[in-house]
C-alpha cells in the first residue's frame, strides 16, 4: 500500500510546471520519492528536473525504484526509454548548472531489469545496448564542458558494447582533461567485436571495477587471446565471467605438445586462479575434452554457477566433477548436450548428491534423456530439496514418462519452474534426436496441448500451481540479442562473405 507522502508526491509529479518551480522548497529527504513518482506516472520533465536538481552526492537507481515502506512496488523492470533519456539529461543538466548545495558525485544506474513486455506507460524500452550509447554519446557531449561544481561526476553503469557504437563508447572512456560525467563499468557485454578492439576498450572500461564480464559468440577468441586478456588486462573483482564459442582452442600458428598436455590451458587456469572473488562461469560449446581438472583445479574459490553445456566432457572430466570442491557449492549447473545417464549414470547420481543441498537451477538440455533414464532421474533430482528451476528441453521424452517424472516433481518443496520438451508422442514415428529447429518445430500442437493441460492439472491436483510449465523450443527471451539483432545479422553476413572470399583466395593456387 502506497504512503501518504508518496500519494502526496504522485500528486506533484502529476503536474510538471508546479514541480519544477517546487523543487527548491522540497526537503532533500523527499528527492526519492518525487522521482520515483515521476518515474511510475513517466513524467519525463519532471524526472529529468528532480536529477538536474538532485541534493544529495549519490544517487543509485536500483535502490530508487526497488520496493519501499512508502512504495511496496519494484519498479526496476520498467526500462522506460522516456523517463531514461530524461534521467540522463538531468545528470548532464546538473554537472552543467553548479550551484552551492551539496552536489552530486555518483551516480548508479546499474539495476535495471530487462523484461519481454514493459509495463511503463509509453511500452517503449531503451535496452543495455540503447543505455550504452546514450550514456557514451553524453559523456561525449560533455568532454568540452567546463566543469561547473569543480568536481567530475562518477557515473557507473552496465554497458553493452558492439562494432555500432564502439567508436562512441572509447570516446565516452577516454576523455581528454576532466570529464564532466566519467562513465564506469560494474557490468559488461561485448558482441560483434575483434578481439582487438575487446582488448581496447575493456583496459578503459575500469577493470579494477568490473564485476561481470560477458563474451559472446560473435567475439572470435581463442586461446592466446583469452591468456592475453586475463593477463594484460586484470580483472580482480570479477565475479561471472562467460567466454565464446571454442574459446580454449589452440592459436592457429600453435602446434600441439606431444603428450597431450594443454600449457595455454593451464596458463589461462593459473590466471582465473587470481580472481579471488570469481563464483560463476560460462565456457559452454567450447571443447573441453579430459581438461576439466585442468581449467576448474587451480582455481581458489568455489564455484556457485557453472556453464559446461556441450563441451564434449568425458567419464575423466565427470569424475573431477562429481569429486571437487566446487560440487558442495554449485547454486546453477548447465551440463546440456551430454549423455549423462547413457554413459555416466553412476558419476552424474554422484554430482547430483553433492550439489543436492545447493542446487537451484538445473539444465539438462539435449541430454538424450529417454523414458528408460527416468527412474535413475527422479532417484538423483529427489535429493536436490531445493531446486527451484528445471530445465529439460531437447530429450526424447514420451507423455507418459513426463507424467511420472512430474509426479515425483511434487515433492521438490522450493521448485517453481520446469521447462519440459515436446513429449516423443506429438512428432511422427521414428523421429531423431538430437533435432534440429525445423524438425523440433513440426509437431502435432493438438496433441502437445492436451499433453501439457494433462501435466499441469497433475500439478494442481497436488497442490502444486505454483510450479509454471513451459516449453520454449526456440530460447528465452534475451532482450540483448533482441535489441541488435539487425547489426548482429550485417555481422554474421559479412563474416560468411569473408570466409568465401578466403575460400575463394585458397583455391587460386590449385587451379
Known sequence: MKSLRFVSAEALASHPRVARQSLDSVAHNLYPLLFKASYLLEQAEVTRAVLGSWPTEEFRLGALLGPSSDHPVDLCDRACKACLEALVCGLADHVQLGGSHPRLRGADLTGIRDVQVQQCPCGRALGRWGRTQLLARTCSKLQAERLAAGHPMEVLADLFVTEGNFAVVMQALEPVGRAPLQLRCLAFRADSLSPGQLLRVLRLAGPGTLRRLEVVHNVRLHAGHVLQLLAQVGFPRLVALTLPTRAFDAPPACAPTPNGEDPLLAAIAQELSQMTQLTELS??????????????????TPLRALDLANCALNHADMAFLADCIHAAHLEVLDLSGHDLFSLYPSTFSRLLGQTAQTLRVLTLEECGIADSHVGMAILGLGRCRRLR?????GNPLS??????????LCELPELRSVEFPVPRDCYPEGAAYPQDELAASKFDQQKYDAIAEELRAGLRRAGREDIRLSTPLFGSF????RETSAELGAFLLQAFKTALENFSRALTPAE
Open 399 to 408: 507423455a507418459r514418462a513426463l507424467r511420472r517424472l512430474f509426479a515425483s
Open 478 to 481: 534475451d532482450p540483448d540479442v
Open 283 to 300: 565456457v559452454a560449446f567450447s571443447m573441453l575434452t579430459g581438461k576439466i581438472q585442468t581449467l576448474l583445479g587451480p582455481l581458489r
Open 389 to 393: 528451476a528445471l530445465k529439460l528441453l
